[in-house]
């Protein structure tokens, strides 16, 4: 299979913990994109990136939440001294910009803040 | 935040009938596109519709787009149980970088 894949598929963590999740994109799209699903609500943008560029970052992405994507490759998002709000289900996306505008989606990584 | 807001919230048909979800947005687009979630699973991309275009037909899919009124329509025709998931609208905006999803439509077919 060579979708997007996300690892784990669901984490369960303390408040106040760290916690870091990976998403491998198709391996010939340039941007990659973190979006941020909560029950009953389409996702809501986070980040992305253009190759390991990260262009753009949501007023949703505070100062505990970070991202990276070294060498163009997979990336991490890593939520630091996690809070109960930040419970939600994490998706990735990648896409060919600008051959096409369509996002193919990873399975999503479901964190519970307890 | 969400773009717009799709309408209905739910949806429950029989299989074989043709079921129709409507979303409207709010600001400027460059493309506007539908997608499917079904239950624990990751979204799939159904259909693409281009600012510049106001229908677009793919196998049981149609859908419509009218910029005047910020507003689309997908219609599943001769839906089956296997439709049954939660539909999502999400626009491109002009020069911007990222879909901003709606609310969704839960569509549930019954045998």
């Known amino acids: 299979d060579t979708g997007v894949s996300q690892n784990p598929r669901h984490k369960i963590t303390k408040r106040g913990q760290n916690v870091t999740f990976r998403c491998d994109p198709i391996?010939?799209?340039?941007?990659l994109y973190w979006y941020r699903q909560t029950l009953g609500q389409g996702p809501e943008f986070l980040t992305y990136?253009?190759?390991?560029?990260?262009?753009?970052k949501s007023r949703l992405l505070s100062d505990r939440f970070s991202a990276e994507r070294p060498k163009g490759s997979f990336s991490t998002l890593e939520i630091q001294r996690t809070e109960q709000g930040d419970s939600a289900m994490y998706l990735c996306?990648?896409?060919?910009?600008?051959?096409?505008?369509?996002?193919?989606f990873g399975p999503g990584t479901r964190l519970t803040v307890t | 935040s969400q773009q717009g807001e799709e309408d209905p919230q739910a949806l429950s048909i029989q299989e074989g009938e043709n079921a129709t979800m409507n979303c409207s947005y709010k600001?400027?687009?460059?493309?506007l596109q539908w997608y499917r979630q079904n239950s624990g699973r990751g979204l799939v991309h159904l259909i693409l519709?281009?600012?510049?275009?106001r229908e677009k037909h793919s196998g049981r899919l149609r859908v419509t787009l009218d910029t005047s009124k910020k507003s689309s329509s997908l219609l599943i025709t001769a839906s089956r149980a296997a439709d049954t998931a939660s539909y999502f609208c999400?626009?491109?905006?002009?020069?911007?970088?990222?879909?901003?999803f709606g609310t969704g439509t839960q569509l549930k077919v019954e045998l």
């Open positions: 996306a990648s896409s060919l910009i600008p051959e096409s505008y369509e996002q193919y």
């Open positions: 391996s010939e799209h340039n941007r």
């Open positions: 990136f253009q190759n390991e560029a990260q262009l753009e």
């Open positions: 600001t400027s687009i460059n493309n």
């Open positions: 519709i281009r600012s510049n275009e």
């Open positions: 999400a626009t491109f905006a002009g020069g911007g970088n990222k879909l901003t």
